[in-house]
Nanobody, 126 residues
Framework: QAQVVEPGGGSVQAGGSLRSSCTTS????????MGWFRQAPGKDREGVAC????????TYADSVQGRFPISRDNANNTVYLHMNSLKPEDTAVYYC???????????????????WGQGTQVTVSS
């Protein structure tokens, strides 16, 4: 059975950094675009970043452009979200998700993604 798992999360002060990771099993990782999403209390889920199956294309939300690079390691079935210059407004539950693709493409639209992790809390204090 295919699974998407996000260990970690954490708490940090404003201006700090965190790295979230996400691993998959039971699926051919290199055939999936991977995306990161977040949901803060009382807000809709937001697409943060995505990367195409081979890493050739990325898309970022304006709110994290230049601060949250996404990367992936297809040999180890892992995608990372490197969160830098964190702000209190980045506080949210962060989700990793997988979107099967036959082309080099990714989207930050949540409805494209069929497999989701359980979410991990990221808290940024001022």
């Amino acid at each position: 059975q295919a699974q998407v798992v996000e260990p970690g999360g954490g708490s940090v002060q404003a201006g700090g950094s965190l790295r979230s990771s996400c691993t998959t099993s039971g699926m051919t990782f290199s055939t999936y675009a991977m995306g990161w999403f977040r949901q803060a209390p009382g807000k809709d889920r937001e697409g943060v970043a995505c990367m195409s199956r081979s890493g050739g294309r990325t898309t970022y939300a304006d709110s994290v452009q230049g601060r949250f690079p996404i990367s992936r390691d297809n040999a180890n079935n892992t995608v990372y979200l490197h969160m830098n210059s964190l702000k209190p407004e980045d506080t949210a539950v962060y989700y990793c998700a997988a979107d099967y693709q036959i082309v080099e493409y990714c989207s930050t639209s949540a409805r494209r993604y069929s497999r989701w992790g359980q979410g991990t809390q990221v808290t940024v204090s001022s």
